[in-house]
Nanobody, 120 residues
Framework: VQLQASGGGLVQAGGSLKLSCAAS????????IGWFRQAPGKEREMVSC????????SYSDSVKGRFTISSDNVKKTVFLQMNSLKPEDTAVYFC??????????????WGKGTQVTVSS
């Protein structure tokens, strides 16, 4: 599985960005797609995850109510709509794929990251 993340950029606090993660696999429904982020000097943390099969989504407490994850199974793409962005959301965002049935924290494939920078 190859994952291609895109959509990062520079935005002012309070603004919005939409990230995309395109997956190249014939078995998209077999995976849960997640978004992780890593800020300089910090550990990588999971932001959100969605099962491609049943569309069950989860969020970290730090983004709940501001970020929305969605999946387009035809396009094999997962989106992360990020609203009300804060400077502390600044990080490199990575998408991941975890085999269906396992935890989103058990990552089988990583995509390259996309930089999100939120200015104050």
């Amino acid at each position: 599985v190859q994952l291609q993340a895109s959509g990062g950029g520079l935005v002012q606090a309070g603004g919005s960005l939409k990230l995309s993660c395109a997956a190249s696999t014939s078995r998209f429904d077999d995976y849960a797609i997640g978004w992780f982020r890593q800020a300089p000097g910090k550990e990588r943390e999971m932001v959100s995850c969605i099962s491609s099969r049943d569309r069950v989504a989860s969020y970290s407490d730090s983004v709940k109510g501001r970020f929305t994850i969605s999946s387009d199974n035809v396009k094999k793409t997962v989106f992360l709509q990020m609203n009300s962005l804060k400077p502390e959301d600044t990080a490199v965002y990575f998408c991941s794929a975890s085999y269906y049935g396992s935890s989103c924290y058990v990552v089988d494939y990583w995509g390259k990251g996309t930089q999100v920078t939120v200015s104050s």
